[in-house]
Each structure stands twice: as C-alpha cells, then as structure tokens.
C-alpha cells in the first residue's frame, strides 16, 4: 500500500513539475513578442480553461 501511494505521489510531482515548466515556457514566449502581439495573446488566454 505505500509503495501505491509513493508512485502517486511521484507522478503527482512529475505532473506539477511539468506544468511549471509548461508555464514557464509560455511565460518567456510571451515575453519576447512585441506589445501588440502580446495583448492579443493575453485576450485569447482569458477565455481558456483554468483546469488544463
């Protein structure tokens, strides 16, 4: 039983890790687009999902 527990838990961390990365990517893309651009991109990133 804690050996189940043990490997969600460690898929559990590999998933928030990757979403950080994921995050982290989209961050720096972001920051490097000129300003219209980004606006445009903020607008379509409010009407997504909150539970990707």
């Known amino acids: 039983m804690?050996?189940?527990i043990l490997k969600l838990f460690e898929?559990?961390?590999?998933?928030?890790?990757a979403r950080l990365?994921?995050?982290n990517w989209i961050f720096?893309?972001?920051s490097i687009q000129p300003v219209?651009?980004?606006n445009e991109i903020k607008e379509k990133g409010k009407k997504l999902p909150l539970n990707l």
């Open 2 to 4: 804690r050996l189940i």
């Open 11 to 17: 898929i559990e961390r590999e998933l928030y890790n």
């Open 21 to 23: 990365r994921l995050i």
């Open 28 to 30: 720096e893309e972001i």
């Open 36 to 38: 219209n651009k980004k």
